[in-house]
T-cell receptor
Framework: QQQVKQSPQSLIVQKGGISIINCAYE??????FPWYQQFPGKGPALLIAIRPDVSEKKEGRFTISFNKSAKQFSLHIMDSQPGDSATYFC???????????FGTGTRLLVSP | DTEVTQTPKHLVMGMTNKKSLKCEQH?????MYWYKQKAKKPPELMFV???????INESVPSRFSPECPNSSLLNLHLHALQPEDSALYLC????????????FGPGTRLLVL
């Protein structure tokens, strides 16, 4: 019940296209859903995060869509750029839990 | 400033060596974390310190020994490691144990020969 399932495992998108990564969770107690971006040899960097009281959050070209009833959330990267090529991890947590439950990761490649 | 620093960037050690990894943050955060990350996998939680006390140990082998000397520093002491312990070791911090947002450092790439 603590799992977060992430898909696809890898994704190739053309420059200027939309990248979409999906995550699903089971534990309805989770109330915090961040996305991390990780470049090779670097630590994960917090990209954007959402709580279940909103269905969408947008920061620049990055948007999280959240569907509480389906227990799913997704990351949309608009106008994808080669510099967005990285591994993306979704995660879930809850207040006081002290743990982030990570998805398995998606390797995104944006072709020029 | 959401910076967590880690030293060294790279470390090569033999199975009989003793070494330490260091993590530092100056954001006033009171919770600090150690993660281990293998290639193409998500980070795996190892330890959590909250207000300088160990609050979570994810059944990590005793050859890994964490230490939190003060609220800004976190160490990971390594002894008698195995080749399978080779990985990227990540430190993270959050405002406190109740706040979920974790900020990661750049990691230490460890190779055990």
């Amino acid at each position: 019940q603590q799992q977060v399932k992430q898909s696809p495992q890898s994704l190739i998108v053309q420059k200027g296209g939309i990248s979409i990564i999906n995550c699903a969770y089971e534990n309805t107690a989770f109330d915090y859903f961040p996305w991390y971006q990780q470049f090779p040899g670097k630590g994960p960097a917090l990209l954007i995060a959402i709580r279940p009281d909103v269905s969408e959050k947008k920061e620049g070209r990055f948007t999280i869509s959240f569907n509480k009833s389906a227990k799913q959330f997704s990351l949309h990267i608009m106008d994808s750029q080669p510099g967005d090529s990285a591994t993306y991890f979704c995660a879930a947590s809850k207040r006081g839990f002290q743990k982030l439950v990570f998805g398995t990761g998606t390797r995104l490649l944006v072709s020029p | 400033d959401t910076e967590v620093t880690q030293t060294p960037k790279h470390l090569v050690m033999g199975m009989t060596n003793k070494k330490s990894l260091k993590c530092e943050q100056h954001m006033g955060h009171r919770a600090m974390y150690w993660y281990k990350q293998k290639a193409k996998k998500p980070p795996e939680l190892m330890f959590v310190y909250s207000y300088e006390k160990l609050s979570i140990n994810e059944s990590v082998p005793s050859r890994f020994s964490p230490e939190c000397p003060n609220s800004s520093l976190l160490n990971l002491h390594l002894h008698a490691l195995q080749p399978e312990d080779s990985a990227l070791y990540l430190c993270a911090s959050s405002q406190d144990g109740l706040k979920e947002t974790q900020y990661f450092g750049p990691g230490t790439r460890l190779l055990v020969l």
